[in-house]
């Protein structure tokens, strides 16, 4: 813990736990906005990108302010870099120390985390995370758009909808566009189950049967790793130990009374 290595890891770490931990923190929460949270995914990458680039300089700095403040010898950054045990056959190729941690280190952690990052919100999720949000009921249905709605369903769900459906979907959209600024049973709603529900109990969901097929296709895929983890706690307190031979139906049943309170 007295080495220079020890220290420029830590202090590493801790600049890139907080931006990680940040947007964590927000796919997190339970009202979770989609194109907002895709933003700060692009505002993340966008933080890492812009300390690949010129972040080098501070966080060496602050490594040597450390070093200074605890006692711990700080290295001569120009020097050959050893490797292993530090014998001639050991060393690949003579770079050096201020080489080894920017380059191989600093800048090799960063990368990680952008491949990461990349790796969980490909392109095609993303595209798939921004058209579903047209269907989002907040703000009088600001989000609301016929098109991105036409496009979700011809490119993502081509086996829910034929051709001949594409088309009476988007006659259904353009109804229901003036219904949900007609009717009083669409405003004040905040989330898409709330919707899917007064589509039922109005009897709506009848005339508007592709559009409720659109809204039940999009509840299928979850927004937030939090939002699972919540739905196989609620697993584990209902189906227990002494109600292990509960059925699928009857469990269903309970899961949404329990998650949508």
């Known amino acids: 813990m007295m080495s220079f290595e020890f220290v420029f890891s830590l202090l590493l770490m801790d600049k890139i736990m907080r931006l990680t931990n940040f947007l964590c923190q927000v796919f997190q929460t339970k009202t979770q906005d989609i194109v907002t949270a895709l933003n700060f995914v692009e505002n993340t990458k966008s933080q ?3 300390m690949r680039a010129h972040g080098w300089n501070d966080l060496f700095m602050s490594v040597v302010s450390f070093c200074e403040q605890h006692g711990i010898d700080v290295l001569d950054m120009s020097s050959c870099y050893m490797m292993g045990t530090r014998r001639f056959c050991q060393q690949k190729d003579f770079i050096t120390i201020e080489h080894y941690y920017r380059i191989d280190v600093f800048n090799d952690v960063i990368d ?6 990349n790796d969980i919100f490909p392109d095609q999720t993303v595209e798939l995370l921004i058209l579903s949000s047209a ?4 703000n009088s249905f600001k989000s609301f758009n016929i098109g ?4 979700l369903a011809k490119k993502f769900y081509p086996a829910d909808f034929s051709p001949s459906d594409l088309k009476a979907l988007e006659i259904e959209l353009m109804y229901f566009q003036n219904d949900m600024h007609r009717l009083p ?12 529900q007064q589509l ?3 009897t709506l969901a009848e005339n508007y049967h592709l559009l409720y097929r659109l809204i039940q296709l999009v509840l299928t ?3 937030s790793i939090a939002t699972t983890e919540r739905v196989f706690s609620c697993m584990r307190i209902i189906k227990n130990r002494l109600r292990s031979i509960i059925a699928d139906k ?5 899961m949404i009374l329990r998650i949508e309170r």
Do not use: N, S
């Open 112 to 117: 990680c985390m952008l491949r990461e990052l």
């Open 200 to 202: 039922v109990e109005t």
């Open 135 to 138: 269907l989002d009921p907040r």
């Open 48 to 50: 890492f990108q812009d």
């Open 221 to 223: 895929f979850l927004v």
């Open 185 to 196: 049973c669409f405003k004040d709603l905040t989330t898409l189950p709330q919707l899917c």
């Open 148 to 151: 991105h709605l036409c496009k």
């Open 250 to 254: 009857f469990l269903a049943d309970c």
